[in-house]
């Protein structure tokens, strides 16, 4: 697998789960139990931009390693983020919520793991 299938499989995933979020924020706000839709549209919004870099990014020939470093870094904050999130609102939403943070988590550190590693072998 290259960097650029990498970042192409990043711009998909998070692409997808943007307009998932963006199109079904209520859905979203029920599941975790909370009681309002907008946070899920913000991060659907941005996933969808960050998407759009990503697959840019792909493209981008020469600039792509620096790109990527930045996407992996972006990537990585995002893990970060979101276990602080999980600690801070693990009482504030439901158990299900909490896991699908960890899982979206975990699926965002193996791209920034496997960008990483394709950026080292360059």
């Given amino acids: 697998m290259t960097l650029k299938n990498v970042l192409l499989i990043n711009a998909i995933s998070s692409g997808a789960t943007g307009i998932l979020l963006t ?3 209520t859905f979203f ?3 975790f139990a909370v009681g309002s839709s907008i946070p899920f549209m913000e991060v659907g919004v941005f996933l969808i931009l960050f ?3 990503v697959f840019i990014s792909a493209f ?3 600039r792509r390693k620096s790109r990527a470093k930045i996407i992996t870094v972006l990537d990585v904050t995002w893990v970060i983020a979101s276990a602080v999130a999980v600690v801070i609102l693990f009482s504030s ?3 299900i919520g909490s896991f699908l ?3 979206v988590a975990a ?3 193996l791209m920034a793991y496997l960008q ?3 950026l080292q072998s360059i």
Avoid: C, E, P
Wanted: net charge positive; glycine share 8%.
């Fill in 23 to 25: 199109a079904m924020s």
């Fill in 29 to 31: 706000a029920d599941l």
């Fill in 51 to 53: 998407s759009a870099f």
């Fill in 60 to 62: 981008s020939g020469q």
């Fill in 93 to 95: 939403i439901s158990t």
């Fill in 101 to 103: 943070i960890i899982a």
């Fill in 107 to 109: 699926w965002v550190g």
């Fill in 116 to 118: 990483n590693k394709k």
